[in-house]
């Protein structure tokens, strides 16, 4: 009787764990990841449910491994590189940076000026004498003697702003002839500035009330044009190596957008006399990405010298404060309200320490690339001048001779070789979207899921916890209110005295089965 009473019983328990499934095998039924009901079926555990099991954890750890690899590539902020020529109706000329590579007109040099600056020039030594007269020619010579007599002579003001501007080379004395476009243009149409070279001219520069000029058709002759005598008699004679002593005659070149200050010693191209230089240019129109896809700057520079960011304007802001900081004064190309140095100062501190910063400049001057430029391309041609036929029709018209006109005259041709433009732009290769949908792919292609399946579980976790701490509550509700009905009760009655007391147990009418009555 007892064996049959302990068989139902199991087989009764059995029954009521099938018929009530946990929460978990609940869940397992009803979510949207797949293989999960087949892991915890409401049935007796099968080879099925291992196999099953295998199978979710392999798909979960494919999908582990293949988030990560994704998530990674994410994590290196990619980017490409996209090339495109983009045709317009008109475009903005370049503009045109034009530095004689002669620094000091010779002929130009007062007695004041070799006091002060004859050793800077490298023309006087430290006792203000001629260093090596026997290098000089005749009449170079007799200039020097005569103005490096200093007896009784008492020194005036000098100032190295004053005097790179008188002393510099002259445009209107240097230009033969200007034409843009065809039409005559003359040296009111180029606007000074001051390089490492000294006294520069640009043209089509962003001046205050004045619209840039514009090209609307490529090719030579729809560009500037001009003929420049570089003056080569004014050179100063070469008897030493010196910071501002030319071995080259000539000009430098530097073609840039309005927006960048010139650097001609550095990004300048020379133009030869005796030649014709042709000058095809393209422009190009860069972006790049800041950090950390890329390394572009973007925000102006603190010091305030220059509105818009360019390399050219963070190394001359660089420049700037290092001589400043190091010579208590400032070159006079260089931007600021600080006193320009003096010719010993030139000498003795910035030169050299000028010299000293482009050995180390990596480590002191960190300039990025801005995050928007515009570059110009340049294609370079020449032609020998003059022609054996035109060379004496120059020598009537400027008055000089034919030697004169080949040692000192050259012609400077820049134009557009299209009328189109280049965009280089740099785009972010992997952004978010691309990563959740990779990742999204993984999911459903190995285990079935979406962010809907990962909100179920977070669903289920939170029903649960609130579940239990329902629980919790209740029980302690339940103890309190238990220990309170003891307290209150009369004390227990001994089993002696109430052994007499019977309990009557009706009689069941009607019996069922022998297993029924068992039960």
């Known amino acids: 009787m007892m064996d049959i009473k302990e068989s139902c019983g199991s087989q009764g328990s059995q029954e009521s764990s099938s018929l009530h499934p946990t929460s978990w095998q609940a869940f397992a039924h009803t979510s949207t990841l797949h293989g999960l009901r087949f892991i915890f079926p409401y049935g007796q555990p099968s080879a099925r449910r291992l196999l099953w099991a295998l199978a979710l954890l392999a798909c979960m750890g494919l999908l582990a491994l293949e988030s990560a690899e994704r998530l990674a590539y994410f994590l290196s902020y990619p980017h490409v590189t996209s090339l495109d020529a983009v045709v317009s109706s008109s475009l903005v000329f370049p503009a045109v940076t034009i530095c004689n590579l002669n620094t000091y007109r010779f002929s130009r040099l007062t007695r004041n000026d070799l006091y002060h600056a004859g050793e800077l020039l490298a023309l006087l030594d430290v006792h203000l004498t001629i260093p090596q007269p026997h290098l000089a020619e005749p009449d170079v010579l007799a200039f020097l003697e005569e103005k490096s007599n200093f007896t009784a002579y008492r020194p005036k003001a000098f100032s190295m702003k004053e005097f790179i501007e008188r002393v510099g080379h002259d445009l209107k004395d240097m230009m033969l002839y200007c034409r843009y476009q065809g039409q005559e243009c003359s040296h009111t149409d180029f606007k000074t500035v001051f390089t490492r070279y000294g006294k520069c001219y640009m043209f089509n520069a962003a001046e205050e009330g004045k619209t840039l000029r514009t090209t609307m058709k490529g ?8 003929m420049l005598d570089i003056q080569q008699d004014e050179y100063l004679p070469v008897w030493g190596d010196t910071e501002d002593t030319a071995f080259e005659a000539g000009v430098r070149v530097q073609i840039h957008s309005q927006a960048e200050p010139p650097f001609v010693h550095e990004l300048g191209f020379g133009v030869a006399p005796g030649f014709q230089t042709f000058v095809a240019t393209q422009e190009q129109r860069l972006t790049y990405l800041p950090p950390p896809w890329g390394e572009c700057e973007s925000k102006a520079l603190e ?8 390399v050219t304007a963070c ?29 010993e100062q030139y000498k003795d501190c910035a030169e050299p320490a000028l010299a000293k910063l482009s050995a180390v400049e990596i480590s002191n001057c960190m300039c990025r690339t801005p995050c928007n430029m515009t570059r110009y391309n340049k294609e370079l041609s020449m032609v020998k001048i003059p022609s054996k036929t035109s060379a004496r029709y120059l020598q009537k018209k400027f008055n000089k001779s034919e030697k004169y006109i080949t040692d000192n005259i050259l012609v400077l041709d820049v134009f557009f070789e299209a009328l189109n433009y280049e965009t280089i732009e740099q785009k972010k ?37 609130k579940d239990r701490l329902l629980d919790l509550l209740s029980r302690e509700d339940e103890d309190e209110s238990h220990g309170e009905d003891v307290s209150s009760c009369d004390p227990v009655a001994n089993h002696s005295e109430t052994i007499s007391h019977t309990v009557t147990v009706p009689l069941q009418t009607t019996l069922g089965t022998l297993e029924e009555i068992a039960c």
């Open 303 to 310: 010091s305030g010298f220059f509105q818009v960011y360019s």
């Open 429 to 465: 290769a992997y952004e978010v979207a691309g990563l959740l949908g990779d990742i999204g792919g993984q999911m459903g292609l190995f285990i079935g899921a979406s962010i809907l399946t990962i909100l179920e579980l977070f669903d289920y976790a939170y029903e649960v916890v």
């Open 219 to 226: 090719g030579t002759g729809n560009g500037l044009e001009i």
């Open 315 to 343: 190394r001359i802001d660089c420049e700037t404060r290092y001589i400043v900081e190091n010579c208590n004064c400032r070159m006079v190309h260089m931007p600021g309200d600080a006193a320009y140095c003096t010719p």
